[in-house]
């Protein structure tokens, strides 16, 4: 096995605590640690990059936003892979035509055409507060890595119905990410990898959702946290205990880590 040269963290239900929201204390302990080992650190999230949190005393190298369709660094963009539009366009209508409301997510900002109880309370786990947007209809026109709904697995069909060029990427029940057919947090890992010149190898990672069954894929490691789906775990090459069990600290902590 080759040495971790670098770790991916999802964030809500891995890093942080779904219903504290909040980084448990031996879980930013444990970043601290690894950063100090000269392992490198990477968020990699369905948020966008202005809902990204900070965590004391943690520097990361590189941030992997909108399921991977927007990775960068601190010296700028390492990868960008916006939806087409003509894709966006067409989601946006069968959005409409199951009376569902959107927020869509440009390299710097979140706009909403309306807002109902499931928009509201997905964007409530990032501390946001989504208000309609009145030039909604402009920021649609900007390059669009990111759209955002609330509705239920049955509503799949009709959402991308006459769409190849983007996928649901769900991670919660009640709402869901649409990102390029291309996109995925293992895409986005792969170009992070290959800007580091590191290998799947070198690296592992931590998630908790469907979302982050490519990434764990994409790595040498994949480790489902204990509080992760069962969809997920099936797939995981490892699997800690839960967030709230201080599961990556412990993790780091068997297996030689930190």
């Known amino acids: 096995m080759n040495p971790i040269q670098i770790i ?13 929201k909040r980084i448990p204390a031996k879980t930013l302990e444990a970043l601290v640690r690894l950063k100090a080992k000269g392992i490198k650190l990477c968020i990699a999230t369905g948020r966008s990059p202005i809902s990204v949190p900070t965590f004391a005393g943690v520097d990361f190298d590189a ?10 660094d601190r010296f ?7 939806i087409q539009p003509e894709a966006v ?17 440009t390299g710097d900002r979140l706009a909403a055409n309306g807002l109902d109880a499931d928009l509201a309370d997905y964007f409530s786990f990032a501390n946001l507060k989504l208000t309609v947007a009145p030039d909604f209809d402009a920021v649609c026109q900007e390059e669009i890595y990111q759209i955002m709904l609330g509705c239920r697995a049955s509503d799949y069909p009709a959402i991308l119905e006459g769409v190849t060029a983007a996928k649901i990427a769900a991670w919660w029940d009640r709402a869901v990410d649409i990102i390029p057919s291309s996109g995925g947090k293992g895409a986005g890992i792969r170009r992070v990898l290959a800007h580091y010149h590191l290998s799947a190898a070198d690296a592992l990672a931590f998630g908790d959702g469907n979302n982050d069954i490519e990434m764990l894929e994409a790595v040498g490691t994949g480790v489902a946290m204990g509080n992760a789906s069962d969809t997920l775990k099936a797939i995981a090459a490892d699997i800690c205990g839960s967030v709230t069990q201080d599961g990556i600290y412990h993790y780091c902590i068997d297996h030689g880590l930190i």
């Not at 991916?8 to 504290?20: A, E, H, P, R, S």
């Not at 941030?63 to 960068?72: E, P, R, V």
């Not at 035509?97 to 869509?104: G, H, Q």
Request: glycine share 6%; net charge positive.
């Open 8 to 20: 991916f963290f999802d964030i809500d239900g891995t890093l942080v605590d779904m219903q504290t």
């Open 89 to 105: 366009a067409k989601i946006l209508q069968n959005a409409a035509a199951i009376k569902r409301p959107v927020a869509v997510a």
């Open 63 to 72: 941030f992997l936003t909108f399921n991977g369709a927007y990775c960068y």
């Open 76 to 82: 700028g963009p390492i990868y960008r892979n916006p």
